[in-house]
């Protein structure tokens, strides 16, 4: 597809023009906190023009309580549909992103809670910056009554650890493809996007990662994925969540390398085809580029998590050393992981 087939090309955005929100949601047994998220969304200072949300079939009257809610405030431009079948987290995000009409869309999770003033203060950054896309912005943990959780974030990380190097508060910061391929930068509660990006997603996605991970590569390929360094909002950690980064579960380092091994075996595939995915997305040399080598990292690392070939694992740390340092900010321990469970293929069994 052509970058201006969905109109990625540098325009004018009027500064006085407000923008069509839009605010998607896939909800799945989110009862708890729920009424939370939704006064959240209501009661920002710039009111959002429509909230889409889909119910993947809730058995704890989530969907009842979403149609309530939305009855009892008289929610223009809110409405909520119940699949029948059971689609997944993939899906459902999918489905509810295909129904959204707006030129910028906020995605939002059930059991989370935004700042008042964050549709106000994204919708001007992405008026007064045509190059934006997609950003994400910074977000706080807290515990299941609502309360801050303390993190401090590693030396030279931002975002709670998921961006790899410093960045000054408040600042605003373009994220190349390369950090965001190694590394989903934030979660899909801290992220808007344009329209535009929203079209190239339901193009081209097989839903075979994440959806957030999905769209910020997306919008990095594009070269228009960017970070702002402020907090717009909470994060919540509990028991059962659907994805969690797990910052409380407490395992011990053993169970937790077999859950990564485990893991990854199950991802390097997929990952493999995703890296195809956005090959098909036309962009710069560089990107293709760098793509073309991440593909060829992949399929090293599928050879030594499946046939164990240590002098397969010595290739792939000289590859990730090559790639970070053409196109910095690689997470090493990927290539350990493999490492280990190359030097350990009966770990798994043992923990059974």
């Excluded at 999918?94 to 106000?120: C, E, H, M």
């Excluded at 910095?328 to 469970?341: E, K, P």
Aim: charged share 30%; glycine share 6%; with cysteine.
């Amino acid at each position: 597809m052509l970058i201006s087939d969905v109109g990625l090309t540098a325009r004018k955005v009027g500064v006085r023009r407000k923008m069509k929100i839009s605010v998607v949601m896939a909800t799945y047994n989110g009862a708890a906190f729920i009424i939370e998220q939704l006064d959240s969304i209501r009661l920002q200072s710039r009111k959002v023009d429509e909230v889409v949300i889909s119910d993947d079939r809730s058995s704890d009257g989530t969907f009842e309580i979403v149609k309530k809610y939305i009855d009892d405030y008289h929610l223009r431009g809110w409405s909520i549909t119940y699949d029948t079948i059971g689609m997944g987290l993939r899906d459902n995000f999918y489905n509810a992103l295909s129904q959204v009409t707006g030129d910028l869309v906020f995605l939002a999770d059930q059991d989370n809670r935004w700042i008042l003033d964050k549709v106000a203060i994204v919708e001007r950054i992405f008026m007064e910056n045509p190059k934006i896309y997609c950003l994400n912005n910074s977000f706080k943990y807290m515990d299941e009554a609502g309360n801050e959780i303390s993190f401090k974030n590693k030396p030279n990380t931002e975002n709670n650890g998921l961006i790899l190097h410093r960045i000054e508060p408040g600042a605003i910061e373009k994220i190349p493809i390369s950090l965001n391929l190694n590394k989903n930068i934030g979660p899909g509660l801290a992220m808007a996007v344009r329209k535009e990006i929203v079209q190239l997603y339901l193009e081209f996605s097989r839903r075979i990662e994440l959806h957030d991970f999905e769209i910020n590569c997306i919008a990095a390929v594009m070269d228009a994925l960017f970070f702002y360094n402020r907090v717009l909002d909470f994060y919540r950690i509990f028991e059962g969540q659907s994805v969690s980064i797990g910052i409380v579960k407490k395992r011990s380092k053993i169970m937790m390398l077999i859950e990564k091994i485990r893991s990854g075996k199950r991802g390097i595939g997929d990952r493999c085809r995703f890296i195809e995915e956005l090959l098909s997305i036309e962009s710069s040399k560089e990107i293709q580029e760098y793509l073309s080598t991440m593909l060829e990292l992949q399929r090293v690392r599928e050879s030594v998590a499946v046939w164990h070939h240590l002098d397969k694992w010595g290739d792939e740390h000289r590859m990730y050393k090559a790639i970070g340092k053409q196109y910095g900010n690689m997470d090493m321990r990927y290539c350990y992981i493999d490492l280990i469970s190359a030097l350990m293929p009966n770990l798994q069994n043992r923990s059974k």
